[in-house]
């Protein structure tokens, strides 16, 4: 038989070897890299947003990708925390719209304007990224940047340069919302492109905006470094960071973790049961109200039981919004409609939406239902997904609050992505199999993704996502004259009709509204976080 | 044995083209548009519809089959419709990040395999043995999500001696086998080697028992041999198991894991894998599959010629 002895000297050689490699590593892992004026930042997403103009992977893709780099003809200004984001001048520093012929805006170019290559901002490069989006037949015409937001444009028709510094756009019919649809349209460097050979995947490698922000490195699925554009048009976005690099950690808790080890000085959304943890060791927690509303949205199609107004406001006032935000670690906000009450939007709606169970019950039984003969919902969710949350945990949640009133709800858990195409195909669709309730968190940033997209009867699949074939005349008629009112006071206060009647007529099961948590160390300073999806680092300083 | 080897690399012909069937046929019949994960979720029906038009997903399946495998016959994988990025320069860094991972778990899975395997083995019955085997089965049992992240939790976040994610200063461009960058090795190559541990093991351990019990190994004792040697011939007869067991583990391994490369952010096949598969980025998702099977694929290829070199029996069967 083998020697006993040989056994041990092999076993004690290999273990001692692997003790000494280990050994040999650690003592220089004892501490993480100094940040000086570098900003290092974790993202949710799994892959760096692309770079080439308009950016994918929603909002996120804005935030750390599309408004680091390029500029709107009007932009969001993010330097208050304390009021809803206003829309305010970018590239162009002023615009307005013709009396005699309200489907006409002229805007007024800001000069002086350099793009990150030395060139210069014009009405050429307007014209030019315009074309890039909705003339097929342009040589930058590129399809995959329509596609992310060309949707987002619905009113413009046409434009043309009125010379170098003026742009005139054309609308399909007078429209109050055409600001709120431009800011999104992004200006990138002719020049750049010509460079690049013409390719827009080559000019997403050396991109050319007009932003706050330089691209200076990036590696797929890795990390993206941007520096400062020392030469920006508006003195007050000079970037005070030497540095912002960018990481992808999809998963919450390596997220978490990357924080806690030092890895990364800032993480968007942590862990919810980590952040006493994150807070406890000294790190600061920042969020604040933001527009986005977390709520089911109903099926108004015959047969229904949502038809009944009783049974919508029941399921309103059985809801435990407080109950949902604890199990949020506190970290939103209970919604009392589609947007919260400081919003210019909110108006003032009589149903007022709270937690009333007693009150749910007598509503629900005038409408001839109770616990023991209960309504029965079938509700389409998503075991996660971009700004839904805690998806199955809060959708729980509400299914344990209806029962106990006597609304009885089945799940159909369905991946994020197939949710989305079943929200899309409407709730007539033969792929929604019937079911009254779908759960897909919104964005009440601009009035059109706010109201107008799921309250317009013409809206719905496949023009658009009124995914439960909401058609109120009155609506309507509401929605279309506030499209129709320029002065941003009316439209304001006709947009305060549209949601007061909405809430009165419990369109929605409204559950809570994000607040956007973030973590970071207590060296990150000058941050404002903004009432707004979109976020701006030009402020931010390491200590 | 020429012959056999041959005839081993004709077999791989039709199960890749298998594999290529396989691969397209599950992908495509996944539910969904192809592109809903690429438009944002807002763009209604007929704006994914002209794209489905542009990318020729309106086309036949078995059409787009042809297409995708007359183009990645001559290596392109064609373009990821999220990034715009070459498909195969994508899989080429993946795979390269992956092998960096999978290459510390094969030799911290393979060494300690054997070795507490052999132990067992040879210590049948004893506490030595039961000790080892629970060991291999804790390995196999336990998710590596799990230990990946209780060991960030204790070396990153408790103890700050180890980082908890990524490769390190630069990432993959800057990669080197320094200290540096090999401290950000640690964490995942530990969680990684743990499956492959504890299945060596109790191969290993099985197979030398059983050897153990082999007249031959009665005759080599009563010739007089040294216990050493005696060894060699037993390691000698574990080996086509041993080996076989292996490969498949290097298979996996190369294959990337999605769960622990996104738990620790490291850019390898895994980590583009689970990309691929939330953004429905068909051309990649299709491209990393496909790669990835090839791995097995070939790694049983070269397993099977190996195992027949060390015992030509194998060949002559």
Known sequence: MIDRRTFGRGVAAVLGGAALTALSLSPALTKPAEAQGTLRLGMTLADIPVSFGQPDQGFEGFRFMGLMLYDALINWDMTADDKPSALIPGLAESWSVNKDDPTKWTFNLRKGVKFHDGSTFNADAVIFNFDKLLDKDSPQFSARQGSLVNFRIPSIKSYKKIDDYTVE???????????FQLCYILMASPAQWEKTGKDWNEFGKTPSGTGPWKLAALAPRESVEFVPFKEHWDTSRVPKLDKVIALPIPDPNARTAALLSGQVDWIEAPAPDAIPRIESQGFKMVANVYPHIWSWHLSRVEGSPWNDIRVRKAANLAIDREGIKALLGGYAIPAVGHVTPTDPWFGEP???????????????????????NP??????????GSGQM?????????????????????FEVTEWNALIDLWRAG???PQANGAHVINVSYTTQDPYSAFTRFMRSDLSAPKGVNWGYYDDPEMDALLRTADGAFDPAERDAILAKVHARAVDDAAFIWVVHDVAPRAMTTKVKGYVQS????????????? | MFAYIARRILYVIPIALGVTVIIFGLVHIAPGDPLNAVV???????????????????????????????RALSGDFGISFATGRPVAEAIAGGVVNTLILAAGAILIGMTLGCLIGAIAGYYQGSWIDKLATGFAIAGVSVPHYWLGLVLVIIFSVEMNVLPAMGMGPGGAKDWAWDQAHM????????????????IITRSVRATVAEILTMEFVQTLEAKGLKSFRIFLHVCANAAPTVLAVSGLQIGYLLGGSILVETVFSWPGTGFLLNDAIFRRDIPLLQGVILVLAMFFVVMNLLVDILQSLIDPRMARS
């Open chain 1, 169 to 179: 756009f054309t609308t399909h019919e007078p429209s109050g919302f055409v600001p």
């Open chain 1, 350 to 372: 009589t149903f007022k939406v709270k937690f009333d169970p007693e009150a749910a019950k007598a509503l629900l039984k005038e409408a001839g239902f109770s616990t023991d």
């Open chain 1, 375 to 384: 309504v029965n919902i079938k509700a389409m969710i998503s075991a996660s």
């Open chain 1, 390 to 410: 805690l998806p199955l945990q809060m959708n729980e949640y509400m299914q344990q609050n209806l029962a106990d009133v006597g609304i009885k709800i089945d």
């Open chain 1, 427 to 429: 709730a007539k669709s």
């Open chain 1, 531 to 543: 009432r707004n999806w979109f976020q701006s680092l030009t402020s931010v300083y390491m200590e």
């Open chain 2, 40 to 70: 944002p979720p807002d763009a209604p029906k007929e704006t994914v519809q002209i794209l489905i038009e542009a990318y020729g997903f309106d086309k036949p399946i078995p059409v787009q089959y042809a297409i995708w495998l007359g």
């Open chain 2, 183 to 198: 401290r950000h090795l640690i964490l995942p190559v530990i969680t990684l080697s743990v499956i492959p541990i504890g």
